[in-house]
């Protein structure tokens, strides 16, 4: 089955600065991964996802690149703000047969923004 | 509100007694998922539905857990004889088609 491993599991940036979180999976036929936003007592929310027939997506200050060669992709947050402040996940999903089957979390990433 | 809703949103009981939790996904969306989320842990995929069918079930889902969708609307899920380590956060997400899932506010279950 698929395995996602996350990086750094707390991250601690000034206020501004961008935050980059990483996250490796290990089954080649995952082709979609999105990425959730958990604040506190609340579900996860999507903040941006990418499939595995683009390299990059960008969405105001967030971004998502992919490299399927070495099965990689990241989460980029630019001029970060305390609102940003959060644990966020990273998942991954092969979409098979009229849908995404069951989504493989990393363990997260507690962000901290630092006034 | 048209969002995913759970029911209900905590549960305390008594280690052996049977539980049993309900999801309203977003209105028309075929699929529904239930995941178990442990503190400070990513969510773990139990179980998902297409329509009223259960597709597909988690190594994680015990003899002692049942889901069900019996109209393709709601879906309950069920834990009998509970465990102190079946608390968890117990969340529900729904999508249509190809699209992303987007989850409820999950249920806080403590097993005493």
């Known amino acids: 089955g698929e395995n996602v491993e996350q990086h750094p599991s707390t991250l601690s940036v000034q206020e501004g600065d961008s935050a980059v979180i990483k996250c490796t999976y290990s089954d080649s036929a995952s082709n979609y991964f999105p990425w959730y936003k958990q604040e506190l007592g609340k579900g996860p929310q999507l903040i941006i996802d990418i499939r595995s027939n683009v390299g990059e997506k960008k969405d105001q200050r967030i971004a998502v690149t992919l490299n399927k060669t070495a099965k990689h992709f990241s989460l980029h947050i630019t001029e970060t703000q305390p609102e940003d402040s959060a644990v966020y996940f990273c998942?991954?999903?092969?979409?098979?047969?009229?849908?995404?089957?069951?989504?493989?979390f990393g363990k997260g990433t507690h962000l901290i923004i630092q006034p | 509100d048209t969002g995913v809703s759970q029911d209900p949103r905590h549960k305390i009981t008594k280690r052996g007694q049977n539980v049993t939790f309900r999801c309203d996904p977003i209105?028309?969306?075929?699929?529904l998922y239930w995941y178990r989320q442990t503190l400070g842990q990513g969510p773990e995929f139990l179980t998902y539905f297409q329509n009223e069918a259960q597709l597909e079930k988690s190594r994680l889902l015990s003899d002692r857990f049942s889901a069900e969708r019996p109209k393709g609307s709601f879906s309950t899920l069920e834990i009998q004889r509970t465990e102190q380590g079946d608390s968890a956060m117990y969340l529900c997400a729904s999508s249509f088609g190809y699209n992303e899932q987007f989850f409820g506010p999950g249920t806080r279950l403590t097993v005493l």
């Open positions: 998942a991954a999903t092969p979409l098979v047969g009229g849908g995404a089957d069951g989504l493989t």
């Open positions: 209105s028309e969306h075929n699929r």
